[in-house]
């Protein structure tokens, strides 16, 4: 399975309209995999559409959750995809995203367009 794929079904479990996926590689392996998700305990819609964004985990910050030794992420890259209509499309980091991935100084940001790997070049 190559990288599009892997990154598209992790996409997929997303449970929000626009559905995102990171990969962190470290060394030529996956080291952490995320996807964008929305927290809601709200049966409430209008309170749903609130807390949409206080409550949402973003791919980026998932797949940084998932990596046990934070101590590689400045030797590691990550790529980030968004589907749209089912189709891989370019995706940028948001601010925040952009904050979590200089913290942990993860410099080397890839995006996937018209299946080549690219430099997403955010900074």
């Known amino acids: ?9 992790i996409a997929m479990k997303s449970n929000q309209r626009a559905k ?7 060394r030529n392996r996956v080291v952490g995999i995320g996807y964008n998700y929305l927290i809601s305990n709200s049966s409430n819609v209008s309170q749903q559409i609130y807390e949409t964004y206080k409550h949402s985990i973003h791919a980026e ?13 400045s030797s590691s890259k990550i790529i980030i995809i968004r589907l749209h209509d089912g ?4 995706a940028k980091p948001c601010e925040m995203c ?13 995006t996937i367009v018209k299946d080549k790997l690219t430099n997403c070049n955010c900074y």
């Open 1 to 9: 399975m190559d990288i599009n794929e892997q990154l598209y079904l």
């Open 20 to 26: 995102y996926a990171a990969i962190i590689i470290h």
């Open 61 to 73: 910050k998932n797949a940084i959750m998932n990596v046990k030794d934070k101590t590689i992420l």
């Open 87 to 90: 189709n891989i499309v370019q």
């Open 98 to 110: 952009k904050n979590l991935l200089d913290k942990y100084k993860l410099c080397k940001i890839y």
